[in-house]
């Protein structure tokens, strides 16, 4: 997932081959935070739209916030200091993941949002955090209608996800090489830059994202830009002023609510 200037292709010899997309998820060797930047821009939109902690779930107290796909916890552990007083669950399927989250956050709890579903009630969440998970699902549309069963109407949806049109990948795609954030195999890299495998399955555009979650049954109320902690540091003042505009940005940080 990190832009170097190779393109050459790159295999570990550290870890066994994966069998399967959960045996791949498992591996501790696989990245499962991301970059500060982009979780402090997310807490930020999603402490404007919640504003201060009263009134939440049941009319009482701080309002419930799931981190769905919360990985290590990183994530709403840097949400935190933003929501004081708000509850904030990180949720995983991975046991690895949890565990590792479990040093960061008080409440870390397992859950899918296929099979079984989600192990909260219809209408029983505020606000659901759904950072850079989207991308490594089979079936986002099945996950987009368990995350709107458990908010409850006008609850917030906070989505980030890698552009397939930010700035570098439209130069890469003219160059014939394979965009950033995309990957053709889940053992090792091949003809794009970086040298991570992380597993994404689906990439979008600014337009495909907000039309998707759109059909999903939500509503769009802000789309913004949020920079890659693995763009090279010479191009990182480059990156960070395509944050301006969304459609170039790296990242994409979309809030929603349930209609």
Known sequence: MTPTTSTTSTTSTTAPLPRDLRDFYENPAVPVASG???????????????GPATGGTGGTGGRTVLDIGCGDGTAAATAAPFLPGHRVIGVDWSQDALRRARTRIPYAVRGELTGGGLPFASESADAVLFSEVIEHLVDPDAA???????????????????????????ALLLAGVQPVFSEVSLRGVHGRPGKEVVGHLR??????????????G???????????????????????????????ASILLLHARRT
């Open 144 to 170: 987009l209608d368990e995350i709107r069963r458990i908010l409850r109407p006008g609850g917030h949806l906070m989505l980030s996800t890698p552009n397939l049109a930010a700035w570098y990948n439209r």
């Open 203 to 216: 990439l979008y555009t600014p337009r495909a994202l907000k039309e998707f979650v759109t059909a999903s």
């Open 36 to 50: 500060t930047s982009r979780s402090v821009r997310q807490a930020r939109m999603l402490a404007r739209a919640l």
């Open 218 to 248: 939500f509503t769009v109320v802000r789309l913004e830009g949020a920079p890659f902690h693995g763009v090279p540091r010479p191009l990182r003042p480059l990156d960070r002023l395509a944050c301006a505009r969304p459609q170039l």
